[in-house]
């Protein structure tokens, strides 16, 4: 149950988790006296509205606001915008999954609201989410007020700003006003960031570079997640992440979406080579997937990062043997929380060489990376074919072509073990003598 009381309550067993009042107003000052320096975003319909304030007359370009952002403004509309103000990466998360279901729940029927982002441009880890609100009718923004006005009233990490259109025949202006603080400003149009907004807080956000950043989010949640605490159970010491020396025998590493056939490929290979199947997340974390599947990204990609590094400790020991055959690793991992932070077209995805694209430093890197590939309708009839549902983000691939775009060239730009293409709807056997040639030819075997 999502409860709004002076302690936030979340659903789940996230019932003892406070934001502390102290906390919360430090932060919130500290984004205050940064407040006319920020830009705005807000995603509508399928297209990024950047803003920012002028403190004089917006003068050119203000109308350009009215018309991309309000639309034709109707007579009774009313628009507001929630930002989480938490300084806490996990109660932030949390608290702003949580304030979705709630505006899902409670809000009027007609009432619309949209993901929304402010940030201080190319500063890192300055990005806050929120959302922006559209209220169609006098009767529905004054149910929305007296809901935000609740809100605000018991302590939540909220900013709550509405937007007022002054009917200015020469100019036309919207200004936004901060709730309970004395801040009013006019906008402008902003022009957009080089990249999403969203890659300013990917790292250890969305993406994990250590063990030891991945550890600390589930050691923060251990004593009132249950699951996060038979998670920590398992994990290695964090000595025995430390860098390595190379394997004796080459890991080999199969990436692709379900039903491009790395089962079969990488049963053939283990077969032929006599080497050792892994897989990443392995069967030890099988018991918790589902439960932190359901969780806000930094849990869920916390989780996974962990799986990598339980995974690498049996690459070690098996290595040290036979040859390793791993079905998916960290380009997994990564390519798929960088393509679903960054909501938008492939050119707003980091720099090809960013460093947001590296590989972690305390991971193994395998000696070959092969990138089964295939076309969408024949992994779906394959996927029918077997009776296998597919997860939240396999459906997204299938509906959502810039996801699947995203996730592509994500995969591709990964530094370290670069993928290898391989196309995928060729007879198995056929895929796997070009593979045994791609391992020849790359791992002397």
């Not at 990443?280 to 590094?309: H, K, M, V």
Request: with cysteine.
């Amino acid at each position: 149950m999502f409860r709004f009381q002076s302690i936030v309550y979340f659903r789940f067993p996230f019932h003892s988790l406070k934001i502390e009042t102290q906390a919360m107003t430090r932060r919130t000052m500290a984004l205050l006296s940064q407040w006319s320096s920020r830009v705005f975003s807000v995603d509508l319909d399928g297209e990024t509205v950047y803003f920012k304030f002028h403190d004089n007359r917006p003068g050119k370009g203000g109308k350009e606001v009215q018309q991309r952002m309000f639309g034709n403004v109707q007579k009774d509309a009313r628009y507001y915008s929630l930002l989480v103000s938490s300084g806490d990466k996990i109660n932030s998360a949390r608290f702003h999954w949580e304030l979705k279901d709630k505006l899902l729940t409670d809000l009027p029927a007609e009432c619309r609201f949209s993901p929304m982002y402010s940030f201080l441009p190319s500063v890192r880890d300055s990005l806050i989410r929120g959302y922006f609100l559209q209220a169609a009718s006098r009767e529905s923004s004054a149910t929305t007020e007296r809901l935000l006005r609740q809100w605000l009233q018991l302590d939540h990490p909220l900013l709550v700003c509405s937007y007022v259109h002054e009917d200015d025949k020469k100019t036309p202006r919207w200004t936004q006003s901060l709730w309970n603080h004395d801040q009013n400003h006019d906008i402008v149009p902003s022009e957009p960031p080089q990249y999403h907004p969203a890659t300013l807080n990917l790292i250890n956000s969305d993406v994990f570079y250590s063990f030891q950043a991945a550890r600390e989010v589930f050691e923060k949640c251990a004593d009132i997640i249950p699951e996060a605490a038979s998670v920590l159970e398992l994990l290695p010491c964090a000595s025995d992440v430390e860098a390595r020396s190379k394997p004796d025998f080459p890991v080999i590493v199969l990436e692709g979406l379900d039903a491009t056939g790395k089962t079969t490929l990488s049963e053939s290979l283990r077969d032929v080579l006599k080497a050792t199947l892994l897989r990443s997340p392995p069967p030890c974390l099988t018991p918790w997937r589902a439960r932190f599947d359901q969780e806000p990204p930094i849990l869920r990609r916390a989780f996974y990062a962990l799986g990598n590094y339980i995974t690498a400790q049996e690459i070690y020991r098996e290595a040290s043997k036979t040859p390793v055959i791993l079905d998916r690793f960290w380009h997994s991992t990564a390519a798929y929380a960088i393509a679903t932070a960054v909501n938008g077209p492939v050119s707003d995805l980091p720099a090809e060489g960013s460093e947001l694209y590296r590989w972690p430093d305390d991971l193994p890197q395998p000696n070959l990376v092969v990138l089964l590939t295939l076309d969408p309708e024949e992994r779906k009839r394959r996927l029918k074919g077997r009776g296998q549902g597919e997860t939240k983000e396999e459906h997204e691939l299938d509906l959502n072509q810039l996801f699947r775009l995203r996730v592509d060239e994500a995969y591709k730009r990964i530094s370290g073990p670069t993928c290898i293409s391989v196309d995928a709807s060729s007879s198995a056997e056929q895929v796997l003598q070009q593979v045994l040639l791609l391992i020849k030819a790359k791992c002397h075997l």
